[in-house]
């Protein structure tokens, strides 16, 4: 086993290694729409399960694309990824999609990469910058989804008077409140906890608010992967986002 690679430098190496496979799938295939997808899929997962094997071998994995196991909930050291999160943005050939690399530690999220293939770009929480400052009079600006905005973004958007940006998948959404392109992301109606882990871990360190609808912490490798809902946003708009979502009475389940 060799340690030669900080967890930090792996995580990236991950993130940038699965990015260049897919990437690669999708040019020299010849496939499309959904066997495209099931292809990236399975080639990033391969090629991360060898390098996690390679590099960290007595480590636990949760992948969204390989069986789960018992093991994890008694490991020390878990890697939970995503190694295509936005399968329907890759497959039209968008570059809203992401590959999302955490690494757990005993009972917290010890950090995180997020890769942007198709913009060259990989966010490590051990080295991302804070999140930039909001600008007095500009509008607030919300991540939803391209196709399917959850009921609980209404509420959110009317009490913010909020500007609806539609973006892809999950780490690219949770990535433009980390750049400043937007100033929150709020879901509610079903992810896992490989679709936020790594873009959590990013956020948390760019020193932005995150939490679960309901304001509860946000906890990862737990026996039920199922995590349905989150916010992520600037903390001074966080009190104004949880409390639209406490009186819309019901949200989304």
Request: with cysteine; glycine share 8%.
């Given at each position: 086993m060799?340690?030669a ?7 990236e ?31 990033a997962?391969?090629?991360?399960a ?11 994995v ?16 878990v890697w ?18 992401a ?10 999220l010890?950090?995180g990469?997020?890769?942007i ?5 990989v ?9 930039p ?7 607030v ?6 196709s399917r905005p ?8 009317a009490?913010?008077?909020a500007e609806?940006?539609?973006?892809g998948s999950a ?9 400043g ?6 879901h ?16 948390r ?5 995150t939490s ?22 600037r ?5 104004r ?9 019901h949200?989304e389940?």
């Amino acid at each position: 086993m060799t340690h030669a690679l900080t967890d930090a430098a792996l995580a990236e190496l991950l993130a940038r290694a699965a990015g260049d496979e897919l990437l690669r799938v999708r040019r020299e295939s010849g496939l499309e729409g959904k066997e495209l997808g099931k292809a990236g899929d399975a080639g990033a997962q391969e090629l991360l399960a060898a390098l996690l094997d390679e590099h960290r071998p007595d480590d636990a994995v949760l992948s969204e694309e390989a069986k789960d196991s018992e093991a994890r909930l008694s490991a020390d050291r878990v890697w939970i990824i995503d190694p295509l999160d936005g399968t329907r943005e890759y497959s039209e050939g968008r570059a809203d999609w992401a590959v999302h690399i955490a690494l757990w530690i005993e009972g917290e999220l010890a950090l995180g990469a997020v890769g942007i293939p198709g913009e060259d770009l990989v966010l490590v929480s051990s080295s991302v910058a804070a999140a930039p400052e909001a600008t007095d009079d500009a509008p607030v600006r919300l991540a939803v989804s391209r196709s399917r905005p959850p009921a609980v973004t209404e509420p959110v958007r009317a009490a913010l008077d909020a500007e609806l940006l539609p973006m892809g998948s999950a780490g690219v959404k949770i990535a433009a409140v980390v750049r400043g392109q937007v100033d929150a992301y709020v879901h509610a109606g079903g992810q896992y906890q490989w679709d936020s882990a790594a873009p959590i871990a990013v956020a948390r360190a760019a020193g932005l608010f995150t939490s679960r609808i309901d304001g509860s912490p946000l906890v990862y490798n737990g026996p039920d992967p199922y995590l349905p809902d989150l916010v992520v946003c600037r903390p001074g708009l966080a009190p104004r986002i949880l409390a639209a979502i406490a009186e819309n009475t019901h949200g989304e389940s």
